[in-house]
């Protein structure tokens, strides 16, 4: 792997220098209540925080709370009935890759690796619609098309200190994108896009393979993934990064209770 990190510099604030600051602004409300994307027979809510100037001390502490971000919107499940959506954490110093992830990283070599803060170009706009264009048609999703304002308000608007994205590269053509966010503890992976017609590089698994090494190089203890949800296939790749951590139940105000996830589901 070639690559080179032109983001991995301070914090653009200057309470980088001095006290961390608080957010300029913080409104949190719940959506309606709609039929869940990931188990249909479930119905879904979602509680949302929108926060301005979100400090990464802040930010950490919602990530152990089950909160992710777009843009500058956070959000967390608030189901009435349901509680399949669990937070899941990747152990960095103790995680192994498997035989096929190792496999994964061989047959890469050949890609290059950029890591900067989030950028928007008609390369990530084209190779976006490009990956929801053939998940459609293979899976079933959406198909959303987006143009430059939302991807901006999506990708790049919101950062702050803790917005990253790797770009991977093939003979300098951008072939995956993988968004994420960089907290005193961990990392977490906002979201990923990638080159369909490469799909045989595996090249999702790559991108998380590359977020959980940049976080054993920093010294960070976790990798966030996102939400698990057992019954989902769409779901199921991210209990291959072990060993990992299930958020089992959130207390807002408390401290949160994560338990491994084999153990977890093995109980259930």
Same mark, same amino acid.
């Given at each position: 792997?070639?690559?080179?990190?032109?983001?991995?510099?301070?914090?653009?604030?200057?309470?980088?220098?001095?006290?961390?600051?608080?957010?300029?602004?913080?409104?949190?409300?719940?959506?309606?209540?709609?039929?869940?994307?990931?188990?249909?027979?479930?119905?879904?809510?979602?509680?949302?925080?929108?926060?301005?100037?979100?400090?990464?001390?802040?930010?950490?502490?919602? #990530?152990?709370?089950?909160?992710?971000?777009?843009?500058?919107?956070?959000?967390?499940?608030?189901?009435?009935?349901?509680?399949? !959506?669990?937070?899941?954490?990747?152990?960095?110093?103790?995680?192994?890759?498997?035989?096929?992830?190792?496999?994964?990283?061989?047959?890469?070599?050949?890609?290059?690796?950029?890591?900067?803060?989030?950028?928007?170009?008609?390369?990530?706009?084209? #190779?976006?619609?490009?990956?929801?264009?053939?998940?459609?048609?293979?899976?079933?999703?959406?198909?959303?098309?987006?143009?430059?304002?939302?991807?901006?308000?999506?990708?790049?608007?919101?950062?702050?200190?803790?917005?990253?994205?790797?770009?991977?590269?093939?003979?300098?053509?951008?072939?995956?994108?993988?968004?994420?966010?960089?907290?005193?503890?961990?990392?977490?992976?906002?979201? !990923?896009?990638?080159?369909?017609?490469?799909?045989?590089?595996?090249?999702?698994?790559?991108?998380?393979?590359?977020?959980?090494?940049?976080?054993?190089?920093?010294?960070?203890?976790?990798?966030? #993934?996102?939400?698990?949800?057992?019954?989902?296939?769409?779901?199921?790749?991210?209990?291959?990064?072990?060993?990992?951590?299930?958020?089992?139940?959130?207390?807002?105000?408390?401290?949160?209770?994560?338990?491994?996830?084999?153990?977890?589901?093995?109980?259930?």
């Amino acid at each position: 792997m070639k690559g080179g990190d032109s983001g991995a510099g301070g914090p653009r604030s200057e309470a980088a220098e001095g006290e961390e600051q608080g957010p300029r602004a913080l409104r949190e409300f719940q959506g309606d209540e709609e039929t869940c994307v990931y188990l249909p027979e479930q119905r879904a809510r979602m509680r949302y925080r929108y926060i301005e100037g979100c400090p990464p001390s802040l930010y950490q502490e919602m #990530l152990e709370q089950g909160w992710r971000r777009f843009g500058r919107m956070f959000f967390r499940p608030a189901c009435a009935l349901c509680q399949e !959506c669990r937070s899941l954490r990747v152990a960095v110093a103790d995680f192994h890759p498997s035989r096929s992830m190792r496999r994964n990283l061989r047959e890469n070599r050949d890609l290059e690796v950029r890591i900067s803060r989030p950028a928007m170009s008609s390369e990530h706009l084209t #190779l976006y619609r490009r990956y929801h264009r053939d998940m459609a048609q293979r899976r079933g999703w959406e198909d959303r098309g987006i143009d430059p304002l939302d991807y901006y308000r999506t990708f790049i608007e919101g950062y702050e200190d803790f917005g990253y994205e790797l770009q991977v590269r093939l003979q300098r053509r951008l072939v995956a994108v993988a968004l994420f966010d960089q907290v005193p503890d961990g990392l977490s992976a906002v979201y !990923c896009f990638y080159d369909p017609r490469r799909r045989e590089r595996g090249l999702g698994v790559y991108a998380i393979l590359q977020q959980i090494e940049r976080a054993r190089r920093l010294n960070l203890a976790w990798v966030y #993934l996102g939400y698990f949800v057992a019954g989902n296939r769409s779901m199921a790749y991210k209990a291959r990064y072990r060993p990992h951590e299930l958020l089992d139940e959130r207390r807002d105000g408390g401290i949160p209770r994560w338990r491994p996830g084999q153990q977890l589901l093995r109980d259930e």
